[in-house]
């Protein structure tokens, strides 16, 4: 419903079911994501009504023209005149056209960034060289971006080594690179960590402000952003060994249709996690008074918010420019005992790979950090007695046992207790 409006069912033993609040996770305007695959499947676009388009555009009011052009309609024999499947352009009054995604729209010139190569060592400044084109292969200038920055993150055994002020990893601006050839070289200000070891991760983001529709009506600015890239260079002459990949955009993308968060610029796992590693927290955001921190660690994160239903506790992040982000109220359209909606094959078994980090959990019952596995299991189970349960089972010196009774083949194996 575009307006809002309310759509509530009263069910079997008058159960009054109210679907208001319920969120589509994509664009809304992709009919196609439902309307493919069945024999009339084209109905969507050849058979226009009041009550299949007025569903949505519950402002429209048919009888009188209201939000339709001052245009009354008595009834439906006219709609597919106007409303043909698809015009000539994108935008127009055709079924199609009225309803292209703005961020996909073929007015964008396109956005493709590749990193070719990194170089760093522990204690010195690294430097990156990329390259930027758009979709026809013209080279854009790092100058002309409305927005570029380079993102540093490590070790890949877990990220969250790299400081700077609040956050644990760092973040500039790059539109000041230097041309070298046909690419661009950027030298950071800010150092890898004399102690680092390893190797280290560099991510590219960024987009350029279009105008589509200029000079109409329904002209409006776009951010033509491009998927940020990640490369991976070792600090101190160790082999190269790329982050672990937990989950991958095609599962999120299942629901998502393109996974895109902070404005839309970013869409690909590998690079949300170079900052949502375990020592990140929205504490660059959020105002004194409401210290500590809450955790944006990215399994506590992306578990929570799915999880949203079941969660005993609360869950909001203070996000960009203070906006306040609460988490509490998201329907999960499946089962979250499902682990591999999202999950690589295996990636959710313990014990975790050797040597990854704790969480910062200042707002949860273990504090001030949550040892890994912990961290991952009590993120869905947030109630105190699952804490107990866990702290119960971990050695201060040896860390956590979960794997005795958890592990692939263990009486309460995680792949068997979860049952979708
Ligand atoms: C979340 C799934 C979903 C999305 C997204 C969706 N629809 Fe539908 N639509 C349906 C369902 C379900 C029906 C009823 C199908 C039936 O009666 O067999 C329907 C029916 C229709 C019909 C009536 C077809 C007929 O012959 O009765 C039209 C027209 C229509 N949709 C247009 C659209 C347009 C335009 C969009 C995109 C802006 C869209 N729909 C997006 C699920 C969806
Ligand atoms: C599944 C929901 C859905 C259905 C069904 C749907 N629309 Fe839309 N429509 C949207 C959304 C979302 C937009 C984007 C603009 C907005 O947010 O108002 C839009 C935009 C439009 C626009 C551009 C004007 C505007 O408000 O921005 C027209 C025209 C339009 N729709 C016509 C139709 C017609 C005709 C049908 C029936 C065939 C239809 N829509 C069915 C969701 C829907
Ligand atoms: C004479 C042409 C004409 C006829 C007939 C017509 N429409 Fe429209 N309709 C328009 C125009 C023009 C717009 C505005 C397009 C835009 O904003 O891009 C519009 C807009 C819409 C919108 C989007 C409203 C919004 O939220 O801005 C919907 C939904 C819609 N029409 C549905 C219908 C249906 C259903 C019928 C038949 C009952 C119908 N129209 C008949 C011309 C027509
Ligand atoms: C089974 C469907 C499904 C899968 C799979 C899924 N999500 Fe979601 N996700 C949703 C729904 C539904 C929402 C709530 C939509 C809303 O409130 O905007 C949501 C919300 C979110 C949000 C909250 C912010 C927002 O957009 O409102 C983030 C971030 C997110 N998902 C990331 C992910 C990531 C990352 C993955 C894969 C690791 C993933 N999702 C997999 C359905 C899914
Ligand atoms: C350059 C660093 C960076 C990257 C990359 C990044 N995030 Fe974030 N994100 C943050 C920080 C820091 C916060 C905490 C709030 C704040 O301080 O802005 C946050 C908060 C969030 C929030 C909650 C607040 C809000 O605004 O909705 C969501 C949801 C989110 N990120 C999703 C994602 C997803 C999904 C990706 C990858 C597609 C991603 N982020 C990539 C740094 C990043
Ligand atoms: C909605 C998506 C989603 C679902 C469903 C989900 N997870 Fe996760 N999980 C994630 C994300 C995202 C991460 C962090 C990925 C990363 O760090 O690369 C994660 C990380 C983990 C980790 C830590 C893995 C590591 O190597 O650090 C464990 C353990 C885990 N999940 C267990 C589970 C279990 C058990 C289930 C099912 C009961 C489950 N997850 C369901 C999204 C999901
Ligand atoms: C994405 C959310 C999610 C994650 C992550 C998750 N679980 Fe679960 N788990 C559930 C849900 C939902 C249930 C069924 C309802 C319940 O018991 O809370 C469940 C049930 C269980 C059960 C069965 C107990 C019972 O009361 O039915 C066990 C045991 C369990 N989980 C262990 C774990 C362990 C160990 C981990 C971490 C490795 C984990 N879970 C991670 C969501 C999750
Ligand atoms: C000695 C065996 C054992 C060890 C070690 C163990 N657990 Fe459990 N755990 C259990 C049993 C038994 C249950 C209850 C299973 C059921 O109800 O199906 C359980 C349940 C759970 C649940 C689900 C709680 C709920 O909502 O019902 C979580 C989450 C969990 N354990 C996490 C952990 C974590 C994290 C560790 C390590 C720090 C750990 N466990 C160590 C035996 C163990």
Redesign the pocket.
């Known amino acids: 419903m575009i307006a809002g409006g309310n759509y509530e069912v009263v069910g079997h033993g008058n159960a009054v079911s109210n679907f208001s609040t319920v969120v589509f996770p994509q664009y809304v305007g992709n009919c196609t994501v439902c309307h493919q695959g069945a024999p009339q499947s084209a109905a969507w676009e050849n058979n226009p009504s009041r009550r299949a388009c007025g569903s949505c555009h519950d402002n429209v009011n048919f009888a009188t023209g209201l939000n339709h052009v001052n245009l009354p309609e008595p009834d439906d024999t006219e709609c597919a005149q106007c409303h043909v499947p698809k015009g000539e352009n994108e935008f127009d009054a055709s079924i199609t056209g009225a309803h292209v995604n703005p961020m996909f729209s073929a007015q964008l010139p396109g956005t493709t960034y590749k990193l070719i190569s990194a170089t760093g060592a522990a204690g010195k400044s690294p430097t990156v060289v990329f390259s930027i084109t758009d979709s026809k292969g013209n080279i854009i200038k790092p100058s002309s971006m409305s927005s570029l920055s380079l ?1 540093l993150s490590g070790p890949t055994l877990d990220y969250g080594a790299a400081q700077s002020g609040t ?1 644990a ?1 760092i ?1 500039e601006t790059a539109t000041a690179a230097v041309a070298s050839g046909s690419n661009w070289t950027y030298t950071f200000t800010n150092k890898i960590p004399a102690t680092a070891t390893g190797t280290y991760a560099i ?1 590219i ?1 960024g987009y350029v402000n279009i105008t589509i529709n200029p000079g109409t009506v329904i002209s409006q600015v776009v951010r033509d952003s491009g998927s940020p890239q990640v490369i991976y260079f070792s600090v101190d002459g160790s082999t190269v060994v790329p982050r672990r990949t937990v989950v991958t955009e095609a599962n999120c993308n299942t629901c998502h249709y393109v ?4 404005g839309g610029f ?4 590998a ?2 996690v ?3 590693n375990p020592n ?1 927290t ?1 504490a ?2 959020r105002p004194a008074a409401d210290l500590p921190a809450e955790t ?1 660690h990215f399994k506590e ?1 992306i578990h929570k918010v799915h999880n949203s239903a079941n969660l005993v506790s609360t869950y909001t ?4 420019g203070g ?1 306040v ?1 609460n988490f509490n109220a998201i329907l999960f359209p499946g089962n979250t005992q499902d682990c591999i909606k999202c999950h690589a094959a295996g990636t959710m078994d313990v014990p975790l790979p050797n040597g990854v980090l704790n969480t910062q959990t200042a707002r949860e019952w273990i504090t001030p950090t949550t040892q890994p596995i912990t961290a991952a299991c009590t993120a869905c189970h947030d109630d105190l007695a699952t804490s107990q349960h866990a702290l119960t089972n971990t050695s201060p010196v040896l860390g956590e046992s979960c794997s005795v009774c958890h592990a692939t083949g263990a009486a309460y194996d995680v792949n068997t207790v979860h049952i979708p």
């Open positions: 993102v956050s990893y973040s991510g983001e996974l895109n968060a902070h970013r869409r690909n796992v690079y949300c170079l900052c949502h990140q929205d660059p955001t944006v994160l992040i203070y996000g960009f906006s982000n």
